[in-house]
Structures are given as C-alpha cells and as structure tokens.
C-alpha cells in the first residue's frame, strides 16, 4: 500500500485550504481529490505523489508558511481514468466534493466540501475500475484460538459470504479469494497477499459483532441467516465497518451473510492453483490460463460465474452432476440454446448497475441495465421450455422476478440510455409535467433563433449572432466591422469586447434568458425527481433482481460448458463417490488451446484404479511430463467443477484434496531457496494429503545432492503408496525407482516415449508402460544451443559416471543399486574415448586417426584390463 507524504500544519491556512487540511486530517493515509470547480485538485505531499504516479505536471498555487504549496490536477469528467491508475499503484483516495452550488450560494465563506468516498483496492464500483470478469473482494480476517474467521464482500455486487478455517488452511483460503484488499491484524502474517493489507484493522467483539451485523440486515438475530462462529461475525462485523466507512456512512446493497461450511469443495492450497494457473497465470495475466482456455460465457457476470466454479470445484458427486445435467441439456436442445444465447449476449451486468444505485453513484444506462437484464430475462424463460433438469428449473424460476418493474422501465427510460441525466434518459410521453417543461424550453430555444433572425433585419446585420455565454446569458455577437454601428442603438449594451467583435445585450434578451434558465432548472429537476422514484422502485425489488442476475450468470456458464462440449472433442465425466481415475485420450486444454492451428496435441490415457493408484512417469527433458501431470490435475478440476473435460471419456472418483507440485522456483524475498520450497511443499502433501486426494509432484530432490535428492524421492514415494495411500502421478528422472515394483505392489512404472534418429532424439509426447534408460539431458542441452564443445565434454563425462555410478552407489548399501565389479580408470578412459566418437560426423581420414589414437590407448593399459570384445 503506497501512502503520500505527511501534510504540513495547518496553522495560517486559507479557508479553504482549511477544508484540505480537515479532509486529509480524517484520511492521512489517502491521497485527497479536493473538487475545486471542474478539476480534482491535490495538494502539498499528495500533490507530489499523484504528479509522479500519473505523469502530470506538478505546479504551485499560493503559499502556505512562507513556501509555495505544490498542486496538480485531473479534470472530473476522466478522474475515473485516474483513480484506476492510482488505485493499481497502491494509493487510495479520499474524495473531497463540493456540497453546495455556487450558483446558488450566497455569501463570501468558501463554498462547503465533504469527504464523500474513499475509494479503495476493495470498494471498487464503477466499471471503469474493475475487472468485467473478476470478482473484486474485500476480506476481513479475525484469528481466535488457532483458527481465523474470514468474511469477505464484493461491493460491485453485493456478495457476502463467511467462512472459519484452521490457520494452516488460511493460506488456501487466500488463493481461493484473491481478494483486492484485506482487513487483518498486523500479526496475521498474509504471504503473498500482504501487498493487498489494508492500513487500518478494528474488529468487534462477538457480541457486539453479532448484533450490529443483524442491524445491517434488519435481523432480530444473526442466527437468522445461519450457524457463525464467533470469528466469522467479529470478521462480517469488520467488513461492514469498513464498507461503511468508505462510503461516507452508506451501505450499499448487500445479499445478507451467507456462512459457507468446509465440506461440499475440493480443497486446493496457494502453490497448487500457482502451479496449475487456474484463473491467473504466474506472471499475473489471464492469458494461457484454465479460465482462458474454457471461457466460452457472452456475459461479464457469466465469466465472473465460471471463474467461481473453477476457483472452488465442488466435491460431491450428486452436486456435480446438477451442474453436468444442465448443460447436457442444453447440448441436446440447440434451438433453446441459439435463443439463449443471443438473449444473454444483450443482457448487461445487473448486478453492478444494481450495487451502483443502491449508493447513489448510478447513472441512467445502470437503470437500463436493470430494464434490459428483465427483458433478457424474461427471452431467456421463454426459451426454457419443457420438462427441465433442476438445475435449469431452478434458473428459470429466478428469470422473471418482477415483470411489472421491467415494463415500467421500458415505458420510462429512452433507448438507448444515455450517459447523463441531463442528456434526456426519460422518454418523452412517460411524465405529463416533465414533457411540459422539456416542451417550454424547447420552445424557448426556438424563439432565439427567430430572435436572430429579427434582430440580423432590425440592425442590418446579417452576420449577427445570438449565442449563450456561461457568465453573460445569451447575448448578441457582432464581427468587428460592426460594432460600431451596433453601439448607435441605444438599446443594446455592450457587455463585452472580443479580439474579432463585441457581445452585446438587450432588455428582451435577459428576460427571455431568464425564462428559458428558469424552465430548464425546472425540466432537470423533475427529470431528476423522475428518475430517483424509478431507481426507488428498482431497489426496493433488490432480492429478486439480484436472483435474476445470478441466475443469468449461472446459464451463461451452463451454455458456456454446453458450446465446449458441441466439438465432441470434450466429454461429460462420470463422477463417482469412489477412487477410480480413469482418463482415456486425455488433453491439457490450455496447450491444446495455444497450439491451436499451428499443431495436433498428442492426446495420452491414464488409468489410477485402486491396485495401480501411484504412476510413476520417467522420461527424458522437454518429453511431456509435466504437461501430463498438469493435465490430469486441470481435468479433475474441470470434473468437479461441473463441467466438460478434454477426453474421449473420464470416470473421475471425487477427489476431496488436489496438489500439484510441477516446476521450481525460489522464495528470496523470504529467504528460501528452491529446494527449500520444494520441501515445504512436499511437506504439505504429506501432512495433508489422504486416501481420497490426487497428488501429481514433479521431480522430488532435484535441487540437492544425487545421493540426497534419490533418498528423498524414495521416501517420499513409499510415503505416497504406504502412509497416504492417494492417487497419484510421481515424475522423476531417478529411473531407478521403476525396480520397486515388488517392494510397492501399486506402483506403476510409465514412461514418455521417446525414438533416437541419426544421434537426435526425437520427442513422441507418447506416455507408455516401462521405464525409461536415460534422461537425454545432453540431447536437450545440445536443441537449447549449448555451444557444441561443452556438448561433447558433457558426453564424454556423462559416460565416464555412468560406468562410475556403480561404485558410487554401492556405498549406500541398497539392494535397489546392486551394481557389477568396477570398471579400472583404463577401462574409464577407453569407453570415454568411444563414446566421445560421432562416427556419422567423421572424414574417412578423422575416422582413421581416431582408430590409430584408440589402439594406442589398448597399448598402454596392461593385457588384463583391456577391453574384450563383450565390453
């Protein structure tokens, strides 16, 4: 959270100047946009942060103390533009608004401002702030006894969900959230997520929690809304507080507290949704991730939708095939479904235009939304017709909350809407009073223009102008040429000289200015009055909108699932309360998805019945073994989310706990090193993990010692297949492990196939039965351009200790590396020699010296230890 330097002392300030100083005093850690007219003016320290944050000129306006007060600016109609720039930079704002209209003022005091908003990473509302497709969450965090209450609101939309968790869990409970801010205590240690803390944190006690949130709702008790423990309410409690704050008081509409148990969810941890880029991809884009790849919504809210299912997948299976039952059936009716589709592509976000009205900050196109969300509601009703799984009956009773209200708004509001009230958002004919008005002014304009047209005849003038001045009313302009003879009437004054001519004005002039100033306050503020009792109407309906708009979210996700599904290249899984995990042509949908066009994704089965529940998978570099891993991990996922996956055909026995440990990485900033992570992540899936878990783990003890990294690995795979007893898939380049079949009896050994060709090897993508010879790491060094010396004293090496590895490894004493009688150094030198040699690449003549340099070596080693023909 970045904060502006501290403002000076007040003491000598000007008026107005003291209204900034009361402002900032109040918000000390936010930047002050202080409305000075048509600008956001910003001041002192604040003044000096916004300037190099947004790129802007930093000035000066008078002086405080003695010293210049530094100023800069950003104009009303584009601060939207500006806070979003601010808000990504860690700032937050305290907007400062005049309170009073300096027409209407009287008086030499400065005109009266408030703080009206604070706006915040997590109180985010308009949709030039936020994400269309992303949830934006404020999380409050209140630790007690080992185990932390979460609450955590979506002002955009009006979520509020809590949960309590195990403080081990806390860490999956914020990868599941990404929340945009957090409200914890300053000991709550937030990983990597303490860049979204929030500055301040105050939390109720239980009792005061729980009464002031049933206020919120108008609740006799919070037990009305469900079982919460006291943490949970001291965190809703804190939300609350905190949403109230920044809206000035305000709350907006808010669905009343939902407290979500720990069943019911597969349970992800922090590095597993990192490993497998479920909604963000590691460098923090969407692109190239689970969501890119299967998003097929029209809506913003249907995308927002989908990215929920996959963020927490669901894990029971009657649950999972409601979700599956729906989309089938719009697979099966395409005409309903063509329908749906296009009456879901007009339909706007209901949800956010809704949060927006409820605290004053919507316009006419949020009301519209309200109006064209009913109409596609009601399309989309329609639409459903016939018997209906309950997943669809459900949605379909939701569709059409409140038809009278979607009338009303089609009568009221024009179409299209505009942007601001003042640009005509009542259709003319709805308001007998306001047409009237609108009618006069109208009128009234017209008469200037014949005005002009009199006056050009009366003066002799034809070039004559009436035109509306912002501080002189309408007025007569005249080019230079004839302002003298303008001035000979007696009944024009002259107001004002111009470079190019004068302004004049005139008695009838200033009383039909008055009358048509006068006749348009009077249209505006029935057009106001008119649209504030259309917006009161809205709310007061706010459950049942709000039910629609979910409701369409859902189906957009369903029709979504539905379109994945039409290529028949994704199938619905069968998913079982059991442990099967059977996968036949399996595909990673977000590779499949980037080599779209360019090649063909080579599709591999995976079968973890419960006698053979632990693969192991060798193979060389670069051969798929982690794309296989990550793709059975994204196909569980995609399974119990309740949607298609991308295979000939799946049986998917609920997995209660997923984790993925493929690729490496260190943690500097925290001081460990990438084996030191990938410790501590083994550690979690060993403390963690059970029966009914799937576990794919890429290359356990790479990162130390060959010795070290083996016994590692050893372990942790006779941890996996007697202690955990889970599915799992375990890729290793330690092919030695293969030969504990016996000793593990559900073990089984894979490889990824690979075919050597004229001294390359060529990657077929392919995962067999067996277990691989070699890692061909020389192979891939030489395709990654390491330069071709290096490549060949890498092989001469890699020969030497491979023949060395026998004595190397005797020393551990483990059955597993029985080894022959060690080869003698002379023996060492002539296999290096030959497997130095690329006889293909060889002259006649090079060949010849290699033989001559090879049959010294003979020479030299004594008879008993030369190479015979079986070596």
């Given at each position: 959270m970045s904060l502006p330097r501290r403002a000076p002392d007040a003491q000598g300030a000007t008026?107005?100047?003291?209204?900034w100083f009361a402002a900032k005093q109040s918000h000390p850690d936010a930047l002050v946009f202080f409305r000075m007219g048509d600008f956001y003016e910003l001041f002192h320290g604040d003044a000096e942060a916004a300037a190099a944050a947004l790129d802007i000129a930093l000035t000066h306006r008078g002086e405080h103390n003695g010293e210049p007060i530094p100023m800069c600016g950003v104009p009303v109609h584009a601060a939207d533009a500006y806070l979003l720039r601010l808000i990504r930079r860690g700032f937050r704002v305290a907007v400062a608004e005049q309170m009073e209209n300096p027409k209407e003022r009287t008086g030499k005091a400065p005109i009266r401002r408030e703080v009206v908003r604070l706006v915040t990473p997590?109180?985010?509302?308009?949709?030039?702030?936020?994400?269309?497709?992303?949830?934006?969450?404020?999380?409050?965090?209140?630790?007690?006894?080992?185990?932390?209450?979460?609450?955590?609101?979506?002002?955009?939309?009006?979520?509020?969900?809590?949960?309590?968790?195990?403080?081990?869990?806390?860490?999956?409970?914020?990868?599941?959230?990404?929340?945009?801010?957090?409200?914890?205590?300053?000991?709550?240690?937030?990983?990597?997520?303490?860049?979204?803390?929030?500055?301040?944190?105050?939390?109720?006690?239980?009792?005061?929690?729980?009464?002031?949130?049933?206020?919120?709702?108008?609740?006799?008790?919070?037990?009305?809304?469900?079982?919460?423990?006291?943490?949970?309410?001291?965190?809703?409690?804190?939300?609350?507080?905190?949403?109230?704050?920044?809206?000035?008081?305000?709350?907006?509409?808010?669905?009343?507290?939902?407290?979500?148990?720990?069943?019911?969810?597969?349970?992800?941890?922090?590095?597993?949704?990192?490993?497998?880029?479920i909604l963000r991809a590691r460098d923090g884009g969407t692109a190239h991730t689970l969501l890119s790849a299967?998003?097929?919504?029209?809506?913003?809210?249907?995308?927002?939708?989908?990215?929920?299912w996959l963020s927490a997948p669901l894990s029971e299976a009657a649950a999972?095939?409601?979700?599956?039952?729906?989309?089938?059936?719009?697979?099966?009716?395409?005409?309903?479904?063509?329908?749906?589709?296009?009456?879901?592509?007009?339909?706007?976000?209901?949800?956010?235009?809704?949060?927006?009205?409820?605290?004053?900050?919507?316009?006419?196109?949020?009301?519209?939304?309200?109006?064209?969300?009913?109409?596609?509601?009601?399309t989309c009703a329609e639409a459903l017709a016939g018997p209906l799984p309950e997943f669809l009956a459900g949605i379909k009773a939701a569709l059409v909350p409140v038809p009278d209200l979607g009338r009303l708004l089609a009568r009221a509001l024009a179409d299209p809407a505009p942007v601001r009230l003042d640009e005509g958002a009542i259709a003319p004919g709805f308001d007998?009073?306001?047409?009237?008005?609108?009618?006069?002014?109208?009128d009234s304009r017209r008469v200037i223009a014949g005005l002009q047209l009199d006056y050009a005849q009366k003066y002799g003038v034809a070039s004559l102008k009436i035109r509306h001045h912002a501080q002189l009313g309408y007025v007569i302009e005249a080019p230079a040429a004839s302002v003298e003879k303008l001035r000979a009437f007696p009944e024009l004054v002259l107001r004002q000289g111009m470079a190019n001519g004068a302004r004049f004005t005139v008695p009838e002039l200033s009383d039909l200015d008055r009358r048509i100033s006068e006749a348009a306050e009077r249209a505006a503020a029935r057009e106001r009055a008119v649209f504030s009792a259309l917006c009161a109407k809205a709310l007061d309906e706010s459950a049942g909108l709000a039910a629609c708009a979910d409701a369409l979210a859902a189906l957009d996700v369903a029709q979504s699932a539905a379109r994945l599904a039409?290529?028949?290249?994704?199938?619905?899984?069968?998913?079982?309360?059991?442990?099967?995990?059977?996968?036949?042509?399996?595909r990673h949908p977000v590779v499949e998805a980037a080599l779209a066009g360019v090649a063909a994704f080579m599709p591999n089965d995976v079968s973890l019945a419960p006698d053979r529940r632990l693969l192991l998978l060798t193979g060389p570099n670069m051969a798929g073994k982690s794309t296989f891993l990550r793709q059975n991990a994204l196909i569980a996922i995609l399974a119990q989310a309740g949607l298609p996956v991308p295979a000939a055909a799946a049986r998917i026995g609920v997995v209660d706990r997923l984790f993925s440990r493929v690729g490496a990485a260190d943690d500097l900033a925290r001081g460990r090193s990438t084996f030191m992570v990938e410790m501590t992540e083994t550690a979690s899936i060993l403390n963690q993990a059970g029966p009914r878990s799937l576990v794919v783990v890429d290359e356990i003890g790479r990162g130390t010692g060959t010795l070290d990294g083996l016994a590692i690995a050893w372990a942790v795979l006779e941890a996996l297949h007697n202690a955990v007893?889970?599915?799992?898939?375990?890729?290793?380049?330690?092919?030695?492990?293969?030969?504990?079949?016996?000793?593990?009896?559900?073990?089984?050994?894979?490889?990824?196939?690979?075919?050597?060709?004229?001294?390359?090897?060529?990657?077929?993508?392919?995962?067999?039965?067996?277990?691989?010879?070699?890692?061909?790491?020389?192979?891939?060094?030489?395709?990654?351009?390491?330069?071709?010396?290096v490549v060949k004293r890498a092989g001469v090496l890699l020969a030497a200790l491979e023949q060395r590895a026998g004595r190397l490894t005797e020393a551990a004493s483990l059955p597993l590396f029985a080894a022959a009688a060690p080869a003698t150094p002379e023996q060492d030198a002539l296999r290096a020699a030959l497997a130095a040699i690329e006889p293909d690449r060889l002259s006649p003549r090079e060949a010849l010296d290699e033989l001559y340099r090879l049959r010294r070596l003979i020479a030299v080693a004594p008879d008993d230890q030369r190479l015979t023909s079986r070596e």
């Open positions: 008026p107005a100047m003291l209204q997590g109180t985010l509302t308009e949709d030039a702030l936020l994400e269309a497709g992303r949830p934006n969450l404020l999380l409050a965090l209140v630790p007690a006894g080992g185990r932390v209450g979460a609450a955590w609101i979506d002002v955009s939309t009006g979520l509020f969900e809590t949960e309590e968790v195990a403080a081990a869990e806390l860490p999956a409970l914020l990868g599941r959230l990404d929340a945009a801010e957090i409200l914890a205590p300053p000991d709550l240690k937030l990983g990597d997520w303490e860049r979204c803390r929030a500055p301040e944190f105050a939390a109720p006690s239980p009792g005061t929690a729980r009464r002031r949130v049933a206020e919120a709702f108008a609740a006799a008790s919070l037990d009305a809304f469900g079982a919460f423990a006291d943490a949970e309410a001291a965190a809703a409690a804190a939300a609350l507080d905190y949403v109230r704050a920044t809206q000035a008081g305000k709350l907006p509409r808010l669905s009343h507290p939902v407290p979500l148990g720990p069943a019911g969810r597969m349970e992800l941890d922090a590095a597993t949704r990192a490993s497998l880029e299967v998003q097929r919504t029209a809506t913003a809210a249907g995308a927002r939708k989908l990215a929920e999972i095939a409601t979700r599956q039952d729906g989309w089938s059936w719009l697979l099966a009716n395409p005409d309903a479904t063509a329908r749906l589709r296009s009456a879901l592509r007009a339909a706007p976000d209901m949800a956010r235009a809704l949060a927006r009205l409820s605290l004053g900050r919507g316009g006419p196109r949020d009301l519209a939304a309200i109006r064209d969300g009913l109409r596609a509601g009601q007998g009073e306001l047409d009237a008005e609108r009618g006069f002014r109208d039409e290529g028949r290249h994704w199938c619905r899984p069968v998913v079982s309360e059991d442990t099967e995990f059977q996968v036949e042509a399996g007893r889970c599915r799992a898939i375990f890729a290793t380049h330690f092919h030695e492990l293969a030969q504990l079949t016996a000793e593990l009896p559900r073990l089984a050994p894979h490889t990824m196939r690979v075919k050597e060709w004229k001294h390359d090897v060529v990657f077929l993508h392919e995962v067999a039965p067996g277990a691989a010879g070699r890692s061909w790491g020389v192979h891939v060094a030489r395709l990654a351009g390491v330069p071709a010396p």
